[in-house]
């Protein structure tokens, strides 16, 4: 029995925003795994801000995506039908497996889930690349020392969220930037934030000098353009800017250039970008700490689950429009 | 006998390139130093961009310099009269002892330079704050390894003639980005460089994918803005761009932004600044070194010597103009 897939397709390259018109939906037969291959039922798909660089006509740190391809996702699901020795019916896979309900894919590319005291979407919110891109960009890029000011950009946000929360475990005063006053009292009072900043209504500029005294010894980055600008003006001698992303621009059609760059210069300070990639093969030191942290109650997560994978382009679009609650996922089939 | 001094006075913040009416010159009588102060007379006076960084209202790794004081500027002299222990009369010293004939200044202020089989002046052109700029900023920060492409702005200039010379030492393919055909052909007839661009005539993006095959992998930037931006878009995975000048800025009234520092998250590259001073206490292992090179021909250093005083605000300009042959130092006195 073959099932019945049905898949995203790339249509065209969106200008600004994703637009319904940039996807297409496809039905068909899900082929049959070749050698080495596994045919895998995807759970849960991770809508993150990168799927949208990778829908441009240009190579990141992965090739660009050709147009008619499936769109390009990383999911989780479990493997129906193996024809690769190292996975069996029944087993909890991780991959780019894609906006699709069920993925043919080299048994060698994707990661075979440990099994865990937490539900299998705990990988997208306090594990897998979320997790990790939180914890080795802050301890690896950031390397902060107790007493140090961390400032967060989409604090409310899927990393954010972890790297507010992290900071205080690590004994820092955090600071959050989020957008509207919910995501803020959010970053305060779930994620333990020693303030958190609405650049909708404050003066963001004011308001950091109110609530970094101090002056910032580390700006976890994910949204760049001028948030990141009015940030810079502060940085103390020796900062660090973790580049972790850029999410104001990723829609632009023309990136805005970042002012304030002579003060990494002035400041002897770094600015580093990483792939949470990189890290892999140091995955289970940070994994074995965040399970034990979520466990105590010290680190929580927090997932906005969307229904159904007919409503991906809407999901990825809230990311941009900033109307989601913590990180998205789609539910594509039940766990 | 009290000398008769004259100085330069910063007159007015300068708009742009600075203009003879920001300078006031004044001349009268040096002040007789007191318990733990020299006496120095100034011989040679160096000319640096970030001398004008210095006469802004604004801090920078330095407070900025009021209205009225000397202009502050880097120069070696020698001791007429001490009343410090450490010093004696004919000794000679650097620091930063102003655009004037003669300082009266704190001994300890100001370091005792040794005596070398080279003249005072290769302090400025050779070691001193240009040769460790040059030295740690390629070495500590860029990392080079052998092979590696470096690419050098402002490559005849005073730091990035010795960075190329560097450069090559260090085994790299060294491509310099210099103003005019005559400074291109310095930077690679005599400083050796394996190519040089000529940024005011040739298209700098279809000349850097020419001369660097391979991609880059150090930017010792000297320029920041729009030559700044296209050298970005060539830069390798973990590439170390070594943010030393942004001269290109100096003198904007709102400096403009960089594009493509989504190029550093992408290719997980450093970006990262530095100051001189912060190396002081490692200078001997780069002197020792560069002189070793210099008097084995291998590196070289070339002077654009202004001859008197009342030339320094001219002298100054012309480092902004683009006009200057090599590192600019003003001759206050004989040695």
Known sequence: MTPVNGAWHLAARPA?????????????????????????????????PTNRVWMNDADSYMPKLELGSVMRGIAIGRVEES?????????AVQGLLGW??????NGASVTKLPSLPLPL?????????????????????????????????????????LVVQLGKIM???????????????????????????????EDLREALRRNCPSGIDIDFENVGGRVMEVVLERINLRARVVLCGMVSQYNAQRPEGVRGIERI??????????????????AAEALKQMIDWHLAGRLKYKLDVV????????????????????????????E
Chains 1, 2 share one sequence.
């Open 83 to 91: 024809r690769y020795k190292g996975l069996a019916p029944g087993d």
């Open 307 to 334: 229904d159904g994978l007919e409503y991906a382009p809407q999901a990825l679009r809230r990311l941009f429009e900033g109307t989601n609650q913590g990180k998205v996922v789609v539910r594509v089939s039940e």
């Open 16 to 48: 600004g925003i994703p637009q319904d018109s940039d996807f297409e939906w496809r039905e068909g037969s899900a082929p049959a795994p070749a050698d080495g291959q596994v045919l895998v039922r995807v759970e849960w798909l991770s809508i993150d």
């Open 121 to 161: 979407s705990a990988h997208f919110g306090l594990l897998g690349h979320i997790g990790l891109t939180a914890y080795f960009g802050l301890t690896d890029i950031g390397k902060p020392k107790v007493g140090e000011t961390l400032v967060v950009s989409a604090a409310a946000g899927a990393v954010g969220s």
């Open 265 to 282: 210069l002035v400041q002897r300070a770094r600015m580093e970008g990483f792939i949470v990639s990189d890290y892999l093969p140091r």
């Open 171 to 201: 004994q820092l005063r955090v600071v959050g930037i989020a957008g509207g006053p919910e995501k803020c009292s959010r970053v305060v009072e779930e994620f333990g934030a020693d303030a958190c900043i609405d650049y909708k209504s």
């Open 100 to 105: 699709q309900k069920y993925a043919v894919v």
